[in-house]
Every structure is written in structure tokens, then in C-alpha cells.
């Protein structure tokens, strides 16, 4: 997952993207309440890299615009070799925010590296009683890993709050994430996804969980105590990652058993990637891995680290249609905190 230059790896030139729309989600799949509200508690956190402080007071004014309360340690930020604290002092900092019962959600300031070296603590720990939204993607996906088949929480893979502090946003996308939040809009459902082998142009609908999130971090909780099988809808995004490394993850994916019950596979977007020449193999190698699976595989899921990110839930219901365009839709889940029942009580 290293950096790289924005290309588009998914498709090939000339080929037309189709991008997945926002609209309605189908009756009986979804909740109707909000996740957040006006004046609710967001614990910002940063487990993985820092960002520059420029770029977190951003983030941080983008969650005020949203009325939210955004509660930052002041501590955040460290002497580490390469995190954006210590181990201890960003584990303490994430028990406290995943603890605490007067916030509503806790959003990841970047990515990068880092979660996985906190990993063995949260394992110890029994997870809270009431859970809550968690933001994130990249190196965030190893938390949204224990959150979604340890913890049985939901979580969002949306944007980071450095991102958001430091792009111009689309009004597209900021209109989605707050609907997503607030429960002012429809609800989540991708359609437009290409189908890249035979399963997944016929047959019956695919139902199950949303899990995954970035490939290259997920292949490194591979042989740790995180590692679990899923059967349900398993996503996967990255950056930076040639073709050959894509395969080697992939394949590794498929002799280590991760695949076995998972009832299909979705890509987001695969960004960079080119190689030495400038061409870029990984649709390529995608086409091919789609080709000797017996699930359905589709690509064309806006989430990842592209210019448009997509939230997507992960660890929630959902159902994919197979067919020439496939169709991926996901529930929204409830947080109903103790927090919240508590102001309810007193009001």
C-alpha cells in the first residue's frame, strides 16, 4: 500500500468507468433512524500516522460544520519512530474513545500504519456493552476487522478526517456522507458494478455481511490472532500496488483459506499501481483471479483511496444482484448507545 501517483488501476484505457450511484435502498433493508445528531460527541483518533496539525484543524472545523462535537485528546500527537504517538499512549487514547459512554462515534485522523501494533491489547480487552460508529479505511481496516467478526460491530470504511481537512470535497460526496450520518437521504445502495466472471453475470442474489477493506492490510492479519473466515460479501480496495504484488496478495488470500465461504467478492478502487513501462496490469490480474472463482466477482465499488470515496458499511447486512450490471445494497445499521438512552430518559 505505498504511495503512488493518482492513475486509476481498475480500468483499462478507453474503457468507459461506470460509477456507482447513490439512490434508494430496496424496502425491508435498512434502518430508518439517524446514526448521529446535532450536538453528539465524535472522539477523533489517530492510531496509525499523524497528520500535520493544519490538516487536523481542518478535519476538525468539518465536524463542527456538521454540528457534531468533536473531542480531540491533546496529547494526540508524539514522539514515535514512525506513529503518530506511542503504542501506549495510542492504544490508551482508542480504549478511551471506544470506552467512553457520552460519545457517539470515534473517526480515524489518517491511516498509513500503526493499528496492527495495538491489536493484541484490544484482544485482551471484553469489547463495550453498547456499540458505537467507528470512521476509517486504510490502515483502519485492521480495526474494522475486530470491530466487524470479533466485536460484532458495524463500522463506516468513509473518509479520514486528514483527507477531509486537506481536499476539496465533491458536493456529491459530502451530500452523501451527511445523509449517510443524519439519515436525511436514501440510504446506501451501489449499482453499475461490472461483472468480471460468469457467477456474477446470473443466478440468485448474494446475501451476507460487508467485511474487507484495504487488500495489502488485510494480508498482513494472515497468521495473527485476528484472523477469521466470513462468509459473506468480502470488499477489497488499494494503492500503489503493481499487478504482481495484487496477485501475490490475492493469491495468498486463496491458499491460506480466507476465501473459502465467502459468497462473493467486490473491488473498489485500485489506484496506481503502473509499471516500469507505464502500463498497468492490475485489471488485468483482477479479470484473471475473477476467472477461477466459483463466487460472483465484480468491480467498479467507488471506495478506496480515490478521488471519490464512497462510504461503504462494513459487518452489515446486504445484498448483491448478480447480472450486466450488478447491484450492491447494504443496510444501514443502528447505534442505540447507552449514552443516548440515558438523555432520553432525563428528557
Keep these: 500500500m505505498p504511495d503512488s501517483t493518482p492513475s486509476r488501476g481498475l480500468p483499462r484505457p478507453g474503457r468507459p468507468v461506470r460509477r456507482a450511484r447513490y439512490c434508494a435502498l430496496p424496502a425491508g433493508l435498512g434502518a430508518a433512524a439517524p446514526i448521529l445528531r446535532a450536538g453528539d460527541i465524535v472522539d477523533v483518533v489517530a492510531p496509525g500516522f499523524r497528520c500535520s496539525d493544519e490538516h487536523l484543524e481542518r478535519g476538525v472545523e468539518f465536524l463542527r460544520r456538521l454540528e457534531l462535537v468533536p473531542r480531540v485528546p491533546p496529547d494526540l500527537f508524539g514522539a514515535d519512530l514512525l506513529c503518530a504517538n506511542t503504542d501506549a499512549q495510542r492504544f490508551a487514547q482508542l480504549r478511551r474513545a471506544l470506552w467512553a459512554r457520552d460519545s457517539r462515534a470515534v473517526w480515524c485522523v489518517r491511516g498509513g500504519y500503526g493499528a496492527l501494533r495495538l491489536i493484541p491489547r484490544l484482544l485482551r480487552l471484553a469489547p463495550p456493552a453498547h456499540p458505537k460508529l467507528f470512521v476509517g479505511y486504510s490502515d483502519a481496516t485492521t480495526l474494522h476487522y475486530l470491530l466487524n467478526l470479533h466485536w460484532q460491530w458495524p463500522s463506516l470504511h468513509g473518509p479520514l478526517l486528514d483527507r477531509l481537512g486537506a481536499a476539496a470535497i465533491r458536493e456529491e460526496e459530502r451530500a452523501e456522507l451527511h445523509a449517510v450520518l443524519f439519515g436525511a437521504g436514501p440510504q446506501l445502495r451501489y449499482t453499475g458494478l461490472a461483472p468480471l466472471n460468469a457467477a456474477a453475470r446470473r443466478g440468485a442474489p448474494v446475501t451476507g455481511r460487508v467485511f474487507g477493506g484495504n487488500l495489502t492490510v488485510l494480508q498482513s492479519l494472515l497468521g495473527t490472532p485476528l484472523q477469521r473466515r466470513s462468509a459473506g460479501i468480502l470488499f477489497l480496495e488499494d494503492i500503489g500496488e503493481r499487478g504482481y504484488r495484487v ?74 444482484l448478480r447480472g450486466a450490471q450488478g447491484e450492491l445494497a447494504v443496510a444501514v445499521p443502528r447505534f442505540d448507545s447507552g449514552a443516548r438512552r440515558a438523555r432520553a430518559r432525563k428528557r
Design 247 to 320: 496477485d501475490r496478495m490475492l493469491e495468498h488470500f486463496s491458499q491460506a483459506g480466507l476465501l473459502a465461504g465467502v459468497g462473493a467478492v467486490v473491488f473498489g478502487t485500485f489506484l496506481g499501481g503502473n509499471e516500469p513501462d507505464g502500463r498497468n496490469l492490475v485489471r488485468d490480474v483482477l479479470e484473471r483471479f475473477a476467472a477461477a472463482q466459483r463466487v460472483p466477482v465484480f468491480a467498479g465499488l467507488d471506495a478506496g483511496h480515490g478521488e471519490y470515496q464512497r462510504p461503504v458499511f462494513l459487518g452489515s447486512p446486504a445484498r448483491l
